[in-house]
């Protein structure tokens, strides 16, 4: 966010009138006249707010475009999407792929129907063939159909698991994978040399799909599952994203048929009405799964994030609680591993998440990469790709068909997971055990400081890189700086390692803490857990003073 002002400057007051002038949705002219009309009368939360819608152009982050559905370049709005749109398919002709297919999806966020529909008119009229998926519909889906069809592009509009007031637009390339740098760099420039959105021609908009695309994924989401018990009770939440059908029918198709599903947040409501955050990684956001899982006496708890590309796992411990992404993360990553058949497997997580998965990968004879964070780089970490994850939620158990997050492919492998060591009398937290055991504790934890003004947060950053801490809760550290690969700080000692980074999604500088302890042998768990909790607590308590 810009810094505040209370005066309506020239330049500011011509680039919104240029704004509605070239704005084809009526309802957005007339929003953005309104708060241009109150700034000229001199209000000065007017003057701020215009500031900041007219502070854009929205840039790809992490996972592409997001921002608060609203009118301005800082926004998402349909002139946004039809500018965006334009740039994409000029990069797309310039990349030799004109004419090609280009397969157009949505979630069920405010806007989300109108911003699909615009941008298949842009690509229509450039000459695409597009191809819209039958209705709201998992992002997975999307990746999915993009190599299914063998189209030269996927565009999904969602934010996530971002708040109610946003939405987003989404872009895989031709191998099915969100797009990187330099391509990111190139469709702003050819975005920022669109005409005016007015001017940008639109024509008559996609051919819808059949069911038979979802029907192709499902299939080979059905062929996961590699064990044979299939006697698990889930209970389950969609979140009021779109994932609640989608994945209902995956566990039934692959034979996990006692599935219980939160009513209040099956169907899609862009409000969100049930949670203060629909992340499931939010405190709160999982309470009425959790109590649907301890009502049905269920022994795996699942939450979806609104478009269904990431999943969360609860499990029964005395209480019922959520598994943080990285339990998640080791537990899928050793079950993948343990019955993979390929000759020379590769397994991938970030900079950010456990390094306990690099153990794993070594015990399995497998091949192990760590990436920057976001699966826009995990997809591409390497030949012989078998499995991924981050531990934002983000599991791909599926790179031969989708190569990006999948929850639903990864929640049908959890059932398997959760079946098989029903069957033998054992559960999830009890793997998690062997894993310590085995590769050493590694607990994870995160901070997040939610820091709206990007030149406040990008000072904060150029001092901590100036001044990095030498010491974090009495360990020496050494401090080393990913730049110009990413904005990213990387602090480490014995038995200790902190990630600062600044989010590509949020307004948040995010920091990810990890201690690892040795464990001698079963009977030292307990301890080993103790000392690298100890650890942790210590450092977030520097942390707080640090970042102060």
């Known amino acids: 966010m810009p810094e505040q002002t209370t005066r309506l400057t020239p330049d500011l007051r011509d680039a919104a009138f240029r704004w509605i002038a070239d704005d084809p949705d009526p309802v957005t002219r007339d929003e953005l006249q309104a708060v ?105 889906v999307l990746a999915f159909a993009t190599r299914h069809l063998g189209a030269v592009a996927g565009i999904q509009i969602t934010a996530s698991h971002n708040p109610p007031a946003d939405n987003g637009y989404k872009l895989y390339d031709d191998t099915g994978t969100q797009i990187v740098p330099p391509a990111d760099r190139r469709i702003e420039a050819a975005i920022a040399a669109s005409p005016a959105a007015v001017s940008v021609p639109r024509g008559g908009g996609a051919t819808v799909l059949g069911a038979d ?56 409501d862009p409000d969100f009405p049930t949670v203060a955050f629909p992340n499931p990684e939010e405190p709160g956001a999982t309470d009425r799964l959790l109590q ?21 796992l609860g499990v029964r411990d005395g209480d019922w609680r959520m598994l943080r992404g990285d339990d998640t993360g080791v537990l899928l990553g050793e079950y993948i591993l343990s019955g993979v058949d390929s000759a020379d497997p590769l397994v991938a997580t970030t900079i950010v998440s456990s390094s306990m998965l690099a153990s794993i990968a070594r015990s399995h004879g497998a091949r192990y990469a760590e990436t920057l964070t976001g699966f826009k780089w995990l997809a ?77 947060r990008a000072e904060l950053m150029d001092r901590l890189r100036a001044h990095p801490p030498a010491t974090l809760a009495g360990t020496d550290i050494t401090a080393e700086d990913l730049l110009p690969d990413a904005d ?55 942390l707080d003073r640090l970042l102060a």
């Open 292 to 312: 649907l899982a301890a009502d049905v006496g269920a022994d795996l708890a699942i939450a979806l994030d609104p478009d269904a590309d990431r999943c969360a």
């Open 213 to 268: 695309i979802v029907e192709a994924y499902l299939a080979k989401v059905h062929a996961l599952p590699r064990g044979r018990a299939r006697d698990v009770r889930v209970a389950a939440t969609a979140l009021h994203g779109v994932g609640a059908d989608v994945l209902e029918r995956a566990l039934r198709g692959a034979g996990f048929t006692d599935v219980h599903l939160v009513a209040e947040q099956r169907e899609p």
């Open 380 to 456: 591409r970490a390497g030949e012989g790709l078998v499995y991924a994850y981050e531990e934002a939620l983000g599991v791909c158990v599926n790179p031969g068909f989708v190569r990006d997050k999948d929850g639903i492919a990864a929640a049908v492998l959890a059932c398997d997971l959760a079946a098989s060591l029903k069957a033998g009398g054992r559960t999830l937290l009890d793997v998690l055990d062997d894993l310590a055991v085995r590769h050493g504790v590694h607990l994870t934890d995160q901070v997040s400081l939610r820091i709206p003004d990007l030149r406040a």
């Open 36 to 140: 241009l009309a109150r700034a000229l009368g001199g209000d000065p939360e007017a003057v701020a707010e215009l500031a900041d819608r007219m502070a854009g152009p929205l840039t790809f982050g992490t996972a592409g475009l997001r921002g608060p559905v609203r009118a301005g370049p800082n926004g998402m709005n349909t002139a946004v999407v039809v500018r965006t749109t334009a740039g994409v398919a000029q990069w797309l002709t310039e990349s030799g792929h004109a004419g090609g297919t280009v397969v157009v999806g949505h979630d069920a966020r405010h806007g989300s129907d109108r911003f699909a529909a615009a941008a298949a008119e842009v690509l229509t009229a450039a000459g695409f063939a597009v191809s819209a998926l039958p209705g709201p519909l998992p992002t997975p």
């Open 488 to 542: 990213v700080l990387r602090l480490r000692g014995e038995g200790l390692r902190v990630v600062i980074r600044p989010s590509g999604t949020e307004p948040k500088l995010k920091v990810y803490l990890e201690a690892t302890a040795a464990v001698p042998g079963p009977t030292e768990l307990p301890d080993a857990r103790r000392r690298a909790a100890d650890l942790l607590a210590a450092v977030r308590t520097d």
